[in-house]
T-cell receptor
C-alpha cells in the first residue's frame, strides 16, 4: 500500500491549458504539502494544509489553487499553464513531529 | 528569509571512504534538521534527523549538529556505489514546514 500517492506520474500539456494533480495519503497524517522541484533539483514549498485548512501559501502565482476535501487528500489545480511551470511536483505529508515527513513519488509536468 | 545552504558538488569519493556532506542554515531559531537522499528520478527519502547538538549515529550514517555555528553535517562511512545520489539538507522551525537546501550530489566510484 503506497503511503503517499500522486497521480498522474507524468503530465505533458500545452501552454494555456488547465490541469490537476491529485494526492492521497493513508498514513493518518494531519498535514499535507505541495513542493515544486525545478530542473536544478531545488525543492521549494508551495502550500501547506493542516486538517484541511491552508497554513502556508508561499509566493506562488494565483494560477495555482490547492484544494483539500479532507485531511487525506490534497489536490493541486493549475490554470493557464506556462512554460516555467515545467517541473516535478511533490506532495508530502507529515504527523505533528516532522520526522515522519513522507514524499509522494512526484508528478513530472512538462508544458510545451 | 530562511535559507539552507549546501555545496552542489559533485562530491566524489572512492568506495569504502568516508563521505562528508555539509549544510549551513540562516534561521537561528531552527530546531530540527533532516537529511534526505534522492536518487535520480525518485522522490526524497528520509535517512536521518537530528534535534540536539552533537552527533547521532545510525548504521553507516552519522549526523552532526552545531547550533552555535548553524552547521549540520552528514558522514557516510564505508561509502558504497549505491550511496551515489543527491543529499538534501532540511531545517524546520518548530513544527513548521521543512526548508530544503539545493542538495549535494555524491558520486561513489567502485
Amino acid at each position: 500500500d503506497t503511503a503517499v500517492s500522486q497521480t498522474p506520474k507524468y503530465l505533458v500539456t500545452q501552454m494555456g491549458n488547465d490541469k490537476s494533480i491529485k494526492c492521497e495519503q493513508n498514513l493518518g497524517h494531519d498535514t499535507m504539502y505541495w513542493y515544486k522541484q525545478d530542473s536544478k533539483k531545488f525543492l521549494k514549498i508551495m502550500f501547506s494544509y493542516n486538517n484541511k485548512e491552508l497554513i502556508i501559501n508561499e509566493t506562488v502565482p494565483n494560477r495555482f489553487s490547492p484544494k483539500s476535501p479532507d485531511k487525506a487528500h490534497l489536490n493541486l489545480h493549475i490554470n493557464s499553464l506556462e512554460l516555467g511551470d515545467s517541473a516535478v511536483y511533490f506532495c508530502a505529508s507529515s504527523p505533528t513531529d516532522l520526522d515522519g515527513y513522507i514524499f509522494g513519488s512526484g508528478t513530472r509536468l512538462t508544458v510545451v | 528569509q530562511k535559507e539552507v545552504e549546501q555545496n552542489s558538488g559533485p562530491l566524489s569519493v572512492p568506495e569504502g571512504a568516508i563521505a562528508s556532506l555539509n549544510c549551513t542554515y540562516s534561521d537561528r531559531g531552527s530546531q530540527s534538521f533532516f537529511w534526505y537522499r534522492q536518487y535520480s528520478g525518485k522522490s526524497p527519502e528520509l535517512i536521518m534527523f537530528i534535534y540536539s547538538n552533537g552527533d547521532k549515529e545510525d548504521g553507516r550514517f552519522t549526523a552532526q549538529l552545531n547550533k552555535a555555528s548553524q552547521y549540520v553535517s552528514l558522514l557516510i562511512r564505508d561509502s558504497q556505489p549505491s550511496d551515489s545520489a543527491t543529499y538534501l539538507c532540511a531545517a524546520a522551525l518548530g513544527y513548521s514546514t521543512l526548508t530544503f537546501g539545493k542538495g549535494t550530489m555524491l558520486l561513489v566510484s567502485p
